[in-house]
């Protein structure tokens, strides 16, 4: 029975040292993690000085682009870069509110845009600028 007694106070003893150990650790991990974040806010400053440079633009989108006759009677006639052919589609196509109102990612045509899409009734943002690039020259 003795055994037994003391066999009941040493879990008890590893509980309390379990409990003691255990409550320590935390507090190391948060000092260590507040190290860490110290760290990498620096090293992120002088990564954000180092591409110092100006963006450029790629000089194929900027190339003026003339516009097919199919293409003219959405953008106008005049030739443009890609990227403004693009952004006047978009008006466009806010201005007539063709963008689906279930998936915004759609577009759906009208009669301008359906000639320009090769006959689709509904296209997808991603495939619009593919078919209009076959409208540019």
Do not use: C
């Not at 900027?62 to 516009?67: A, I, L, W």
């Not at 030739?79 to 963008?99: A, C, F, H, M, S």
């Not at 759906?108 to 991603?126: H, I, P, T, W």
């Amino acid at each position: 029975m003795a055994t037994a007694k003391k066999a009941a106070k040493k879990p008890a003893a590893k509980k309390g040292a379990a409990k003691k150990p255990a409550a320590k650790k935390p507090a190391a991990k948060k000092s260590a993690a507040k190290k860490a974040p110290a760290k990498k806010p620096a090293a992120k400053k002088a990564a954000a000085k180092k591409p110092a440079a100006k963006r450029k633009p790629n000089a194929a989108f900027m190339k003026p682009m003339t516009p097919s006759a199919v293409l003219a009677a959405v953008v106008g006639a005049m030739p443009l870069p890609r990227t403004e052919v693009t952004k006047k589609i978009w008006d466009y196509i806010k201005k007539n509110k063709l963008q689906d109102a279930i998936n915004r990612r759609l577009i759906n045509a009208d009669e301008k845009l359906r000639a320009v899409f090769g006959g689709k009734k509904q296209v997808s943002m991603f495939e619009m600028t593919k078919l209009v690039s076959n409208h540019l020259k």
